[in-house]
């Protein structure tokens, strides 16, 4: 079992260049999650998805576009990269339980480093 | 919404020593409380976690207590090695249906230093 597998890990972008960040899980996992890690701070989510077809906002969700087109993989978008989005970018994913959903741990992958000169 | 704030920013210890991080969180609500370790250049892992319907949950060295009245709840490493030296994260979230989804809200980290 691979868990989250996240690509690229580090990329150098200018500034107005557009890139994807790829995150696919093999845990067959309904609901998925992507974070940024700034420095000296905790994670803040960006865009989740609770199934396939299925995506909504979090916190931070300016700037970054999300799609859900199948249960393994949900990539993130920078249309237009700019110095504020520079950050490590990690994705999760975690399990449903039960009807009445009940808290799963969430696993991570090993993030990607984005760095936008 | 919710609000997890973390305490201390960094911690340094001697090997041996017990080591404590405290968070507190805003949302009543809350009722799922995760622990993750991230190690340099790792994702965070999950080492414990506990939810509102207990006051303290202990795997071998680690430990979590929980005060809901008071909104805190912290993190217990007991016999500090130094491969427990990483970055400590708090979360909180809400379980049950409605938009929880098991969106976690972090607490901003700590640095936890174990010399040998």
């Known amino acids: 079992n691979a868990g989250v597998t996240q690509t690229p890990k580090f990329r150098i972008l200018k500034i107005g260049q557009s890139m994807t960040l790829q995150c696919t899980q093999d845990?067959?996992?309904?609901?998925m999650y992507w974070y940024r890690q700034d420095p000296g701070m905790g994670l803040k989510l960006i865009y989740y998805?609770?199934?396939?077809?299925?995506?909504d906002k979090g916190e931070v969700p300016n700037g970054y576009n999300v799609s859900r087109s199948t249960t393994e993989d949900f990539p993130l978008r920078l249309e237009l990269a700019a110095p504020s989005q520079t950050s490590v970018y990690f994705c999760?994913?975690?399990?449903?339980?039960?009807?009445?959903?009940?808290?799963?741990?969430?696993?991570f992958g090993d993030g990607t480093r984005l760095s936008i000169l | 919404g919710e609000n997890v704030e973390q305490h201390p920013s960094t911690l340094s210890v001697q090997e041996g020593d017990s080591a404590v991080i405290k968070c507190t969180y805003s949302?009543?609500?809350?009722?799922?409380f995760p622990w993750y370790k991230q190690e340099l250049g790792k994702g965070p892992q999950l080492i414990i976690d506990?939810?509102?319907?207990?006051g303290e949950k202990k795997d071998q060295r680690i430990a979590v207590t929980l005060n809901k009245t008071a909104k805190h709840f912290s993190l217990h490493i007991t016999e500090t090695q130094p491969e427990d030296s990483a970055v400590y994260f708090c979360?909180?979230?809400?379980?049950?249906?409605?938009?929880?989804?098991?969106?976690?809200?972090f607490g901003q980290g700590t640095i936890l230093t174990v010399h040998p």
């Open positions: 979360a909180a979230s809400k379980e049950g249906g409605g938009t929880s989804y098991g969106k976690l809200t």
């Open positions: 949302d009543s609500a809350s009722n799922y």
């Open positions: 998805s609770v199934g396939a077809g299925i995506t």
């Open positions: 506990i939810r509102s319907n207990v």
């Open positions: 999760a994913s975690s399990q449903r339980q039960g009807v009445v959903y009940s808290n799963q741990p969430q696993h």
């Open positions: 845990m067959n996992h309904n609901y």
